[in-house]
């Protein structure tokens, strides 16, 4: 069967890990909480418990893995694999790759989590045979990854590929966890959505959307975009705005990087071709011409597996040179 490559998507709340092998088949995932406790202290403890538990249980040995990728939360320094901060699990300047270098005796490469989702998608998903691709993931916040010429583009300071934090509202623009205001991240995440929800009904009375909220259902993302495919005005309205805002910033991507893929990930892109076809058509509406017609806008087709996919691709990729 050959030796398998361990993929782990290392996030806040929880940590997705697969066994994969060369071919980039998951063999077997699992998914387990992550204690950010003492300030991150247990987390690889944890994740190196948890694999040699599974190997125990599959009956295999630590020699028939050929090494770690993981994808970390933050901007991480790709040379060393150490993360520079990241707030949510209480670590600065951590040297991830080190640390489970040490307790694992394998080889492991880190790069950042959007970084890695994009390596994914370019290796087994929507991206799959480009080389150009910029991959966004619209969750509870933006993110992004961005691969030129097949490698990972990571900036002078690991902070390449900050799409969420591209202005797009000049204006009076909703204030962002990173301090600034009208951020992609504050118009085009399930939280921004919501909060574009919000601002609209307040301003109109009747609606599919209202009626389902005065009938008990929590407003979210997904409520919107279910009533918009009912054809509630007020929440086709809502989704149009996102992908105005959307649409505009990917095609200032698209203007600088000419990818020949945008892959749209994320738990909001669940919404399908409601969202995808309207953003297509602001960034086709927007980019520069010859960018327009060379670069294609897609629906990300991996989802949660994303992630270790392509953490696994880059320890491969690593291995082989």
């Excluded at 890695?116 to 916040?141: P, R």
């Excluded at 929590?218 to 007020?234: H, M, P, Q, R, Y």
């Amino acid at each position: 069967m050959g030796k398998w490559l361990v993929g782990v998507d290392l996030g806040g709340t929880s940590t997705k890990l697969a066994f994969i092998n060369t071919s980039g088949e998951i063999i077997y995932k699992w998914q387990v909480v992550t204690d950010i406790s003492e300030n991150g202290v247990h987390i690889i403890p944890n994740i190196v418990k948890e694999i040699d538990a599974k190997l125990a249980e599959l009956k295999k040995k630590r020699s028939e893995l050929l090494g770690i990728g993981m994808g970390a939360p933050g901007p991480v320094r790709s040379e060393s694999g150490s993360v520079y901060e990241a707030i949510n699990l209480g670590w600065r300047n951590y040297p991830l790759k080190d640390v489970l270098e040490k307790k694992t005796l394998l080889p492991v490469v880190i790069d950042n989590d959007a970084n890695m989702a994009a390596l994914g998608e370019m290796w087994k998903g929507a991206g799959q045979g480009a080389k150009d691709l910029v991959c966004i993931t619209l969750g509870t916040g933006v993110g992004g990854g961005v691969i030129a010429n097949g490698q990972v583009v990571h900036g002078a300071s690991g902070a390449a590929g900050e799409v969420g934090h591209i202005t797009v509202v000049t204006e009076n623009g909703a204030p962002c966890n990173c301090g600034h205001t009208g951020c992609l991240e504050t118009v085009a995440s399930a939280t921004g959505i919501v909060r574009l929800a919000k601002g609209a009904l307040t301003k109109k009375k009747i609606s599919l959307l209202q009626e389902k909220i005065n009938q008990g259902n929590l407003l979210s993302a997904k409520l919107v975009f279910e009533c918009a495919a009912e054809g509630d005005k007020l929440s086709l309205e809502i989704i149009e705005q996102t992908s105005h805002y959307l649409g505009m910033a990917l095609a200032h991507i698209g203007n600088l990087l000419n990818p020949e893929k945008i892959v749209i990930g994320g738990g909001v892109s669940k919404a399908g071709d409601l969202l995808i076809n309207s953003v297509r058509t602001v960034f086709q509406k927007h980019a520069f011409k010859r960018v327009s017609k060379s670069t294609e806008i897609l629906q990300a087709t991996l989802g949660n597996n994303a992630g270790v996919i392509g953490a696994a691709w880059l320890i491969k990729n690593q291995l082989d040179k």
